[in-house]
């Protein structure tokens, strides 16, 4: 029944995705120019690639490529889109294979499931012993869920807010938190930052900035991690 449960409502949060649309669409795509630097040959394991923002670059860097992702919706987006790629509608939990991946992305994955850090340690066993996991999910911190919080829209830099609400997220972590889900799973960090200096909400962003504007401002996040409205991390074994 609980399984019934997270499909279904996987399944109400593909219809209405906003990851391929305006200033979320870039953060995606500057998340996979982080990721790349660290790539190792091999195979690759996406998990939870939604519209497959990410998936559109990771194709031309991978031939072994394999997609795990709870949406049956997505699916079939996604085999019509990269019929090259091994597409798996399976919830993480009940995935099964005996193939070990030697990277593993997670992007904006961590802060949707419901138990961050079992899904670290079923992603840990999917690893190759030389492979790498790359997660990247929003950051508390973020200067513009500061800002909201002295002008009252938000209660604290953790509540959710109406895009995460939209999105089904489940939890806003802080740098520090991201890092002790990883060390509970067993799991070595390889490399820490952030990326994407966010002074305004997306909304406010998107009615005035260029494109130029937001690389800019992907890469000045990278200068000031710690407050960067993305944190990401990249582990090994």
Request: charged share 25%; hydrophobic share 40%; proline share 3%.
């Amino acid at each position: 029944m609980k399984n019934i449960e997270e499909i279904k409502r996987l399944e109400s949060i593909a219809k209405d995705s906003w990851y391929n649309k305006g200033a979320n669409y870039v953060t995606i795509k500057y998340s996979f120019e982080v990721f790349k630097r660290f790539f190792i040959k091999g195979s690759l394991l996406e998990m939870g690639p939604a519209e497959g923002v990410m998936t559109e670059d990771l194709v031309n860097y991978f031939d072994d490529y394999t997609i795990v992702e709870g949406s049956s919706f997505f699916c079939n987006t996604l085999k019509a889109k990269f019929p090259k790629i091994k597409v798996v509608n399976s919830l993480f939990e009940d995935f099964k294979t005996n193939q070990k991946f030697d990277n593993i992305v997670l992007g904006h994955v961590l802060e949707h499931v419901e138990d961050p850090i079992s899904i670290l340690k079923i992603t840990k066993n999917l690893l190759s012993d030389k492979g790498l996991i790359f997660a990247a999910v929003p950051n508390a911190n973020s200067i513009h869920r500061q800002a909201a919080v002295i002008m009252g829209l938000l209660k604290s830099i953790y509540e959710l807010n109406e895009s995460d609400i939209h999105h089904g997220h489940r939890r806003v972590y802080n740098p520090e938190q991201f890092i002790e889900d990883f060390k509970k799973a067993g799991l070595k960090i390889v490399k820490q930052g952030g990326y994407w200096l966010k002074p305004l909400s997306s909304k406010q962003i998107e009615e005035s900035w260029t494109n130029d504007m937001l690389v800019a401002f992907m890469k000045l996040g990278e200068k000031y991690p710690e407050i960067a409205a993305e944190t990401y991390i990249i582990a090994k074994k």
